[in-house]
């Protein structure tokens, strides 16, 4: 080895420690959410790039998320400082690994998301971060087809199939998408859309007789559904590669298809049924683990998370929109101005029926999840009898219910107890 | 050292190794199969062998190993023996086909996914030829055959080679002298095959086979890859249980029916293929 290969060795060396220190010293920000690079990116560097102290985000999927937070609380001594994650996320978790927030001093302007947030407890397990909800897009494209006396605004269901059916004609394709891939978000559809439209419930009224129309009405919509749905998972694909012009998803899982090309698609709130029109929100929070190593630091972060310029720095990174008072500014990105008229609208309509997220599940939620997509695959895939199918989950369903206690959320009516299975 | 104790010694490190990251997480994957929480239980088999999907998964897994093996004997087999066959040129030929080997088991769904994809190779070539008008969506739970088909296809392209590195290693070992002899009394090349080759070849054979048919049992990426949820194997539902559902128990009994199957095959292939005592070359 030469001299120069020495120090050069040294040097290098000496600088990989100092990067290791440096790391060492940053609040880990360990998430479920802003996953796709651009958006960590963007988190990095817009988010967290004033938070006054070095945050190292790193986000993964929710399977990897809790391995590593377990194998952490396991052991009793961590490195995550901060968690970011679905209220589904947290829901998983046992509440004693969550540390008390209640005093800090900051939460939503929603005491419906600060009653989620306390998982069942008397505490703030996790501050409301941001929020998002489902919405419809199409293509401009597909405006023409709209049946007669629509109005894209107020659709029923029953003129979304009927449109989807115009466009399939008039195009020889089906051309409505659904995200009913292995990532895709199908299950929420049912749960905070399809079953709270026709049913005017989710679990109570699962095996009802509406229940069995609604499946009946969601095959008929099927019928015009891009069979290649079953590999769909985030939209904005499919409405920018032009496979599908009528499309259901996340507000944050269309945002490409309305920045890349904002003149070329419409958003538009979900349809509604016999009873109202359902819709759902989605609840992202911060939390912090008992291991957290610098407990200080991790509190000053989740504070800066909940600031307002912070709030509306996430909503450009991620298209998740604030849960504090905050006036938005004008210029923001097409897709949050498309999909934030589009929520407003669901919300203002007179037949509103806003649902909650599933509470009280525990680690339950992928089960809850599994009975709707089992449902799905068996009545809509492999068209089995609805009646049959239905009567079939139901008794998972009970199980899950019986097994969490966890009482009904809106839109089923409150029960004492355990939400029952009717 | 004397030369009873090097052996042991010698093999101390693998078998500390192997203790250590196999048996110490099998004995703990045991425990949560047969456990819930507090009590010995069988409820964790109960669970998965009830749910709907369970049938279909173990019958796609061994349909899928059933399809797949045969085919990539007969092909591993055919492959040797030309490469055995032949002079100049055989490293390069061995070397070209053992390249799947080197490509993760995703990344080789992934490349069959681009070819069978709505906009892969096979629909813009069958577009271009004009056999067909549009691009057809193969992929689709509408044609399940053709998924079974892309998923076998991508096995047989990317595991065959496994075979055959073991097959041709095994070739050479065989004596020249046997084939000589058998020339001498005017035995066809197939003949010589049959009553030569494959006896022979008895012990690689069994090894390849063992450790192939275990692979087929696990087989996870490329079914995720080309077919999604439309094709439920075993593993798969193993991961979902996990990741999915945050229920290690019943992953973990899963994994253990998928491991009791692997065992069962393994001793049969061992019995079948079973070389006698002082026979091997």
Request: hydrophobic share 50%.
């Amino acid at each position: 080895m030469t001299l120069f290969s020495k120090i050069a060795g040294v040097a290098s060396g000496v600088a990989l420690s100092c990067t290791a220190m440096a790391a060492q010293a940053d609040v880990l920000f360990w998430s479920t959410q802003a996953k796709p690079v651009e958006e960590s990116q963007a988190m990095r560097e817009q988010v967290l790039a004033g938070a006054g102290q070095g945050v190292d985000y790193q986000p993964n999927d929710a399977g990897p998320w809790l391995t590593r937070l377990n194998a952490e609380l396991q052991s009793g001594s961590g490195t995550i400082g901060v968690l970011g994650g679905l209220h589904g996320d947290f829901a998983a978790m046992s509440p004693d690994d969550l540390v008390d927030l209640s005093d800090l001093g900051v939460s939503s302007a929603s005491e419906t998301f600060n009653t989620l947030a306390m998982l069942g407890t008397d505490k703030m397990l996790y501050i409301p971060w941001m929020q998002a909800s489902y919405i419809m897009a199409a293509n401009k494209e597909a405006l023409p087809y709209l049946p007669e006396g629509a109005d894209i605004d107020a659709l029923t269901y029953d003129q979304l199939i009927e449109w989807a059916a115009n466009v399939h004609e008039a195009t020889g394709e089906p051309k409505f998408g659904f995200p009913a891939g292995p990532k895709g978000l199908k299950h929420r559809f049912f749960q905070g859309y399809l079953y709270p439209s026709y049913t005017n419930g989710v679990v109570r009224t699962f095996a009802s007789d509406d229940a069995v129309v609604a499946w009946e009405k969601f095959r008929e919509l099927w019928e015009h559904t891009n069979p290649a749905s079953t590999n769909f998972s985030f939209m904005q694909e499919q409405l920018l590669s032009g496979d599908a012009w009528i499309v259901f998803d996340h507000t944050s899982r269309l945002a490409q298809a309305f920045n890349d090309r904002p003149d070329d698609f419409v958003a538009f709130p979900a349809p509604a049924g016999p009873a109202g029109r359902g819709f759902m929100p989605v609840l992202a929070g911060v939390a912090i683990p008992r291991t957290a190593p610098d407990m200080e630091a991790a509190k000053a972060l989740v504070k800066y998370m909940l600031a307002p310029e912070t709030q509306i720095a996430t909503l450009r990174a991620t298209n998740f929109f604030p849960v504090v008072d905050v006036a938005l500014p004008d210029d923001l990105p097409p897709s949050v101005q498309a999909a934030g008229a589009a929520v407003a609208k669901m919300s203002a309509s007179p037949d509103a029926n806003p649902g909650l997220l599933p509470a009280g599940l525990g680690d339950k939620g992928g089960e809850f999840n599994r009975v709707f997509v089992d449902a799905f695959e068996r009545i809509v895939l492999a068209r089995q009898d609805i009646r049959a199918v239905l009567d079939d989950e139901k008794g998972k369903l009970a199980a899950i219910m019986e097994e969490t206690g966890a009482p009904c959320w809106a839109p089923d009516a409150p029960s004492e107890g355990a939400c029952p299975v009717e | 050292m004397s030369a009873r104790v090097l052996p042991y010694v010698l093999i101390l490190p693998v078998t500390l190794f192997l203790c250590l990251f196999f048996l110490y997480p099998f004995i703990l994957v045991s425990q949560q199969a047969f456990s819930n929480g507090s009590e010995l239980t069988l409820d964790n088999f109960r669970e998965v062998t009830s749910h709907w999907k369970f049938p279909i998964s173990m019958k796609n897994t061994l349909l899928l190993a059933a399809v797949v093996v045969p085919i990539q004997v007969a092909l591993a087999l055919l492959m040797a023996t030309m490469v055995s066959k032949m002079g100049k040129g055989r490293d390069l030929v061995l070397y070209i086909w053992t390249i799947p080997l080197g490509i993760s088991d995703l990344a080789a769904g992934i490349i069959w996914l681009a070819i069978f994809d709505q906009s892969g190779f096979l629909n813009s070539m069958m577009h271009g030829l004009g056999v067909i008008d549009k691009p057809l969506n193969l992929l689709s739970y509408q044609h399940p055959g053709v998924v079974f088909l892309a998923i076998a296809l991508a096995e047989i392209w990317r595991a065959t080679a496994i075979m055959l590195v073991i097959l041709v290693a095994g070739i050479g070992l065989i004596p020249k002298e046997y084939y000589e002899a058998a020339e001498v009394f005017g035995a066809s090349p197939w003949k010589r095959f049959l009553r030569i080759t494959l006896p022979l070849l008895r012990p690689s054979l069994q090894t390849a086979l063992v450790l192939r048919v275990i692979l087929a049992f696990e087989i996870f990426a490329v079914v995720a890859a080309l077919g999604g949820t439309l094709f439920p194997v075993l593993m798969g539902e193993t991961y979902a249980y996990q990741f999915d559902l945050l229920n290690s128990r019943a992953a973990a009994a899963m994994a253990l029916i998928i491991l009791g199957i692997s065992i069962g095959f393994t001793l049969i292939i061992l019995r079948v293929l079973r070389v006698p005592k002082g026979a091997s070359i």
